[in-house]
Structure formats: structure tokens, C-alpha cells
């Protein structure tokens, strides 16, 4: 098992920058991929970003390409999510997620395990 706590959200103006930090737990840190998602109201949860184990490949969704920075210190069981340029339409609340298979599943329902979320919101 691994649990999974987020934090670092917050009320941003547009512009502006955040971190979240996803701390784990239960299980070696090294033996999953991680990754964030998001979901703003009304709407699916999406995939956001992905990091494998060694934290030397990742992915992003176009969205946030070139804004979002995924990292992870395996010597703290931490993951991030730097955020800068933030938009209005990056508000939701973000979710790490974790999985013991290779890489992170861009469907939600893949994944083994997820924080309670995080909220973001950017105004105007």
C-alpha cells in the first residue's frame, strides 16, 4: 500500500507560480511511477503530468507543456509539480497519483493509488 498527501495549493492571480508537493509513504518510493491529474468542476479528471522511478523521463499534457515541471526527490518520497504562468483554466483540484506497473496510466481508473487532492485556484 502507499498513501499519498498533497499539498501547496492555493488562490494564485493568473501569472503567477505555484509548487505542490505529493509526499509518499508505505512503500519504496523507488518502486513507482508518479504523476499528477486534475479536475476542475463539472468535468472528467485529467491526466497532467508523469515521471517514471529514477525521475529521468516524463510527460505532459499539451495544456501545460512548457509551463509545468514534474520532480521528484527519492531521497525525500517526494514528488512535485512546479506551475508557473498559471491561467484560469488551470483551477481544479490536483490529484498525485501513483502505480506499480511501469508508467502511469493517462486513464485515472489505471492507477493504484491517489492522494485526497489539492485545490487550485487562478483568478483573473
Known amino acids: 500500500q502507499v498513501q499519498l498527501v498533497e499539498s501547496g495549493g492555493g488562490l494564485v492571480q493568473a501569472g503567477g507560480s505555484l509548487r505542490l508537493s505529493c509526499a509518499a509513504s508505505g512503500r519504496a518510493f523507488t518502486t513507482i511511477v508518479m504523476g499528477w491529474f486534475r479536475q476542475a468542476p463539472g468535468k472528467e479528471r485529467e491526466f497532467v503530468a508523469a515521471l517514471n522511478r529514477a525521475g529521468s523521463t516524463t510527460s505532459y499534457a499539451d495544456s501545460v507543456k512548457g509551463r509545468f515541471t514534474i520532480s521528484r526527490d527519492n531521497a525525500k518520497n517526494t514528488v512535485y509539480l512546479q506551475m508557473n504562468s498559471l491561467k484560469p483554466e488551470d483551477t481544479a483540484v490536483y490529484y498525485c497519483?501513483?502505480?506499480?506497473?511501469?508508467?502511469?496510466?493517462?486513464?485515472?481508473?489505471?492507477?493504484?493509488?491517489w492522494g485526497q487532492g489539492t485545490q487550485v485556484t487562478v483568478s483573473s
Open positions: 497519483a501513483a502505480r506499480s506497473a511501469g508508467w502511469i496510466s493517462y486513464n485515472p481508473m489505471d492507477n493504484d493509488y
